[in-house]
């Protein structure tokens, strides 16, 4: 596949770049600049409305908490359940510990099979384990068939929303990628490109051996993979090849069939403001009998990954994430950096909370901070999960981390407790800055001294009053 030099700024791509200068260039990046000014607008409101306009939201939401908290209580019981169903529907089961392990399986399963050529339908979950190098790396030619996805492929991008992969592109971008594919200038007209995909895709439809799926949800007692899309290209992964690979972290498993429509109600309004997506495919197996599509040979790949120690850990709620992106349009740190110059995979007000987990927090330090905690996240996620909690946690961690260099902040914070439980200190403090820095008047501070001069690199610094509260009420407040 030809690999057209990406028309805007080439992002830093790997988990470790360092999240600052990644920010800066964003900021003054134009073109992502423009690509994310109607983010707001588009989806954000969209996904607002429709889950403001289900009467029962606040109920549905509890309740798909409910479901997940249960769920993942009782993980190892619903992953026993799970692997007898696939079994029962003449599927294998594959556990997954790390990346490593995942990357494995699938190019083992697709040795087998005799395979080469693969069609993906969009998983964020391959993005984490990187199989698509994987594959790449085994010979296997590797095509996604997401519209978004097939665009960030072709430029060499990571994807940089959870639902809309091309979010950070604008449209006459998009046009220069598949121009560059089609070999003939396209037009600028989001009709004329995605025919342009269409075409393409249907052929590679058609000739692929393999077809790798992600999942929204997998049924434990049904065995069943569901998959949510807008484009059928999922139904056409899982139904053309011969071979279909199902890969989903241990998380996505809920026990019932009757727990799905909960989620359904709830994760297409807030992925993109629909009532319900255009395509829901419940993949339960085999072709069978008298069927007139669908594979000969099925495996479900559960990932781990992370996940077990997460779901023992303080932070376990992260793992309720149905991965609808409405946290990304609610944030206004996302909506003006976009997603890559996160890092990780997961971008966003959730992926400042997996990442650090999943990565670690000493390499991924700036993404808890990454937030300015006004809860616009809490208050758009279908499941309610508490992100702003999370990342303070992130952050006292970070606190008590000895790899940490920079000790300043935490002796800060130990000094302002000191200061607060001591009356008489407090008032000497603030008399001794109303003297000194807040005789300077109405004038703020440019520019900070020392290892502080990275608060002012992008604000001022406001000094304090002249005249302490405390004094002007004595002298003025009471007359
Ligand atoms: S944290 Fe909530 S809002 Fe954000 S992607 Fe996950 S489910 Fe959606």
Known sequence: MT???P????????????????????????????????????????????????????????????????????????LVTLQAAVERNGGQLHFAADAADAQQIITGVIQRAGGRRVVKSKSMTSEEIHLNHALEAAGCEVLETDFGEYIVQLAGHRPSHLVAPAMHLTINEARDILSADAGQTLPAEAEALAAYARTRLRTAFGAADVGISGGNFVVAETGS???????????????????HIALVGIEKVIPRFADLPVFLKL?????????????????????RDGELDGAE???????????????????????????CGACLNACPIYRNVGGHAYGGVYAGPIGAVLTPQYDGLVPNQHLPHASSLCGACQAACPVKIAIPEMLVQLRDQLHAEPAMGGKLEGFAYRMWAVAMRRPALYRIATWLATRTIGRLGK?????????????????????????????WWETEGQK
């Open 3 to 5: 690999q057209p030099q």
């Open 225 to 243: 993979v569901v998959i949510i899309s807008n484009e059928g290209n999922a139904r056409l992964t899982t139904s053309l090849p011969r071979v």
């Open 443 to 471: 004038r703020w501070l440019a520019r900070l001294p020392g290892p502080l001069h990275g608060w002012t690199q992008s604000r001022d610094f406001p000094a304090p009053a002249a005249q302490r509260f405390r004094d």
């Open 267 to 287: 994760l297409a309004r807030a992925a993109t403001g629909q009532k319900m997506s255009v395509y829901t495919s419940i993949v339960s197996g085999l072709r």
């Open 7 to 78: 028309t805007g700024t080439d992002y830093a791509r790997s988990e470790h770049h360092e999240f600052l200068p990644a920010v800066d260039q964003a900021l003054h990046d134009a073109n992502l600049q423009l690509a994310l000014v109607n983010l707001g607008d588009t989806l954000g409101t969209r996904n607002k409305q429709a889950l403001g306009s289900l009467p029962d939201k606040d109920a549905l939401r509890q309740r798909a908490r409910a479901i997940k908290e249960a769920a993942l209580s009782r993980l190892d019981e619903h």
């Open 297 to 323: 040979e099925f495996h479900l790949v559960l990932l781990d990954n992370g996940r077990s120690r997460i779901l023992a850990g303080p932070l376990r709620e992260s793992l309720f994430c149905i991965r």
